[in-house]
């Protein structure tokens, strides 16, 4: 049994030494490699050249002399028109249409040419006071020559007579009148509804032409060749609709003046009935009409 521990015991003691000896002489090495591999880098870094610092950016101005001040391509508004294509020339002409009446309808429809009020003013407050008679009163309407005259010399001409007659005569001269100041609006009207219809057509004459290109001569590669047909399309649209929508908006603008004007003239011809009608107390015709019969009353005994 001693024999046995001694073995052991002698045994056993170098095989702990050699496997305490292996680990430490692994861990120097390790140690050593990882001293030399810092040692490496640090070196490599030191022969490493630094970069030069980036110069400073200086802003660069380039000098105005020899360029052109337009550097866009523009067009004129004659060339536009050119490739609009044959539809320009009847939306051309509806742009002159529009204007040419535009213009005539702003003085017609002025207030003091159809209403004048001197003339009303000083018309109803002399019928009103006895200061004219029919045929002064027609005569000067006649001399007005402006719409609310013509309606006053048809009520002139029925003085004495029943209201219900002078009314009938404002209202057929109120017509007259009405329809007058209504001329030329459907003009205006026609222009804003022909004008994106012809916008419309030179579209669709335009994308035809583009895809006749495409068609004919292989324009999916050349951009060129389909250009053409859709500026023509673009520019009649934007011309029709911009001769539309003014036009819109001037008749809109004249139909409600003229709203306005028949409201005040059908006001002042029904001031007017109350003073030359036979049958309505308190009238002037009334009176002048009862002053020229005789008295049949028998006189008081």
């Not at 911009?242 to 002042?268: C, H, K």
């Not at 029904?270 to 028998?298: C, F, H, M, N, Y």
Request: aromatic share 6%; charged share 20%.
């Amino acid at each position: 049994m001693n024999q046995i521990w001694r073995t052991n015991g002698c045994c056993g003691k170098p095989k702990t030494h050699d496997v305490a000896a292996k680990w430490h002489g692994s861990a120097v090495a390790l140690l050593v490699l990882l001293v030399l591999l810092a040692h490496g880098s640090s070196y490599a870094d030191a022969q490493q050249p630094t970069p030069p610092p980036f110069p400073a950016i200086e802003p660069v101005s380039f000098p105005d002399a020899g360029l052109p001040e337009h550097t866009i391509p523009t067009q004129n508004l004659l060339q536009v028109i050119r490739d609009g294509g044959p539809l320009m020339l009847p939306i051309g002409i509806c742009s002159f249409i529009l204007m040419v009446f535009v213009f005539e309808r702003s003085i017609s429809l002025r207030r003091g040419r159809v209403i004048p009020r001197p003339f009303v003013k000083r018309f109803l407050q002399q019928i009103r006071d006895g200061e004219l008679d029919r045929e002064t009163a027609l005569e000067l309407c006649e001399r007005n020559r402006s719409p609310i005259s013509e309606i006053f010399a048809a009520a002139v001409r029925k003085w004495g007579r029943p209201s219900v007659e002078v009314e009938q005569a404002i209202i057929d001269a109120g017509e007259r009148v009405t329809n007058n100041l209504r001329r030329y609006l459907r003009v205006l009207n026609g222009v804003s509804t022909i004008s994106p219809l012809l916008g419309m057509l030179g579209t669709v004459l335009g994308m035809i032409r583009a895809f006749n290109a495409i068609a004919t001569a292989d324009a999916m590669g050349n951009p060129e060749m389909l250009a053409g047909g859709i500026s023509q399309a673009l520019i009649t649209t934007a011309a029709g609709l911009s001769v539309a929508i003014p036009a819109l908006i001037a008749y809109l603008y004249f139909s409600g003046r003229v709203d306005q004007l028949i409201m005040t003239l059908d006001e002042l011809g029904q001031r007017l009935v109350v003073s030359v009608a036979g049958d309505i107390p308190g009238g002037r015709a009334e009176g002048e009409r009862t002053a020229g019969k005789p008295d049949r009353r028998r006189p008081a005994a």
